[in-house]
T-cell receptor
Framework: DTGVSQDPRHKITKRGQNVTFRCDPI?????LYWYRQTLGQGPEFLTY????????KSRLLSDRFSAERPKGSFSTLEIQRTEQGDSAMYLC??????????????FGPGTRLTVL | DQQVKQNSPSLSVQEGRISILNCDYT??????FLWYKKYPAEGPTFLIS?????DKNEDGRFTVFLNKSAKHLSLHIVPSQPGDSAVYFC??????????????FGKGTLLTVNP
């Protein structure tokens, strides 16, 4: 399977704990995005990487959130001191220069986080 | 401030008929529009897109129409099939402002196609 993969698919944690999610992009894609989706809403942009550089962060991304993309390959999203309001689906999407349509993004299956 | 609006939370149609999903936007800087389909417990899947320099794009059973003056786009599915039942998201991007192609999504419309 050469699509975007995310791990874990589900995470249940207690308030105050730290969690980390991983995204493995389509190998030739240099652009990587994180989005968050809550119930009844569309995905909302969190942050963007071009290769290993984090080029944009949303105001939604509080200082408890940090994202990395070492070596421009996989990416991790960490949430420290989780709160119940962090419960959501976290989606990773990638896109590439070589793709026929630069605007298209390909999404992974998401990580569903539940904070108790 | 909702920049992309899908005002119909749900739509129900009969198999074989046309499904029309609507989307409005407020940001005149958006220059590319996409439709994604989402099944429960899966990520969104790209369906069809349209550039702001066009007013129509067709791909098989799916056609997207763009009316820039009205800031409105629609997705037509003909004929509708039960397997089309899913949540459909309208999304927009703006590169001119250096936004890195990030997508702004609507809230989605749940389409149900009845056999």
């Amino acid at each position: 399977d050469t699509g975007v993969s995310q791990d874990p698919r589900h995470k249940i944690t207690k308030r105050g704990q730290n969690v980390t999610f991983r995204c493995d992009p389509i190998s030739e894609h240099n652009r990587l995005y994180w989005y968050r989706q809550t119930l009844g809403q569309g995905p909302e942009f969190l942050t963007y990487f071009q290769n290993e550089a984090q080029l944009e962060k949303s105001r939604l991304l509080s200082d408890r959130f940090s994202a990395e993309r070492p070596k421009g390959s996989f990416s991790t999203l960490e949430i420290q001191r989780t709160e119940q309001g962090d419960s959501a689906m976290y989606l990773c999407a990638t896109g590439g220069l070589a793709h026929k349509n630069y605007n298209e993004q390909f999404f992974g299956p998401g990580t569903r986080l539940t904070v108790l | 401030d909702q920049q992309v609006k899908q005002n119909s939370p749900s739509l129900s149609v009969q198999e074989g008929r046309i499904s029309i999903l609507n989307c409005d936007y407020t940001n005149s800087m958006f220059d590319y529009f996409l439709w994604y389909k989402k099944y429960p417990a899966e990520g969104p899947t790209f369906l069809i897109s349209i550039s702001s320099i066009k007013d129509k794009n067709e791909d098989g059973r799916f056609t997207v129409f763009l009316n820039k003056s009205a800031k409105h786009l629609s997705l037509h599915i003909v004929p509708s099939q039960p397997g089309d039942s899913a949540v459909y998201f309208c999304a927009a991007s703006d590169y001119s402002g250096g936004s890195n192609y990030k997508l702004t999504f609507g809230k989605g419309t749940l389409l149900t196609v009845n056999p």
